[in-house]
C-alpha cells in the first residue's frame, strides 16, 4: 500500500480526524488508500501552536489508513476554504499567498497501532496488512 511520511504534529492532526488536507509542492493524480507514516521530524513551532489538542505524537511508524480523495491547486480559493474549515490548522497555506502547491484531500480516516518502519520521500510503499 502507499505511504506517505509526514512531520509531526501534522502527522497526529492527519490521525485524529482534525487536519484534512495535506500539502505538497507536487501533484498527483493518485486516488486511492493511503498509509500516514509519522515521520521523525518535528516542527517544534507547530508542536507549541496545536498543543491545545493534546494529542500523542509518536514518530518513526505508520500511525493511519485514509482515503486520499482529490488533489487541488492551492490557490485563492482554496485558501478561503481552508480558512473557513480551520483557520489554525491551515494559517500557515491561508497566511501564504506566495506558497505554490496542492493539498491532497484525505477521508475516512483510521488511526491505527503504530508500526513502527522508516519513513522515505514522495509516496513510497509497504506491505501492510490489517
Given at each position: 500500500m ?13 490521525a ?29 513551532k ?61 477521508e475516512?480516516?483510521?488511526k ?19
Amino acid at each position: 500500500m502507499k505511504v506517505l511520511t509526514v512531520k509531526q504534529p501534522f502527522a497526529s492532526l492527519i490521525a485524529e480526524g482534525i487536519k484534512e488536507y495535506e500539502f505538497r509542492t507536487w501533484k498527483t493524480k493518485y486516488r486511492g488508500e493511503l498509509l500516514i507514516h509519522a515521520g521523525k521530524g518535528i516542527n517544534k513551532k507547530a508542536m507549541k501552536k496545536f498543543e491545545q489538542y493534546h494529542l500523542e505524537y509518536p514518530s518513526g511508524c505508520i500511525i493511519a489508513k485514509v482515503n486520499l480523495t482529490d488533489c487541488i491547486k492551492i490557490d485563492d480559493e482554496a485558501r478561503n476554504m481552508l480558512n473557513e474549515k480551520n483557520p489554525l490548522v491551515y494559517s500557515h497555506t491561508v497566511n501564504n499567498p506566495y506558497w505554490d502547491g496542492y493539498g491532497f484531500k484525505l477521508e475516512d480516516v483510521q488511526k491505527i497501532t503504530p508500526i513502527p518502519v522508516k519513513g522515505k520521500l514522495s509516496f513510497w510503499e509497504y506491505d501492510y496488512k490489517e
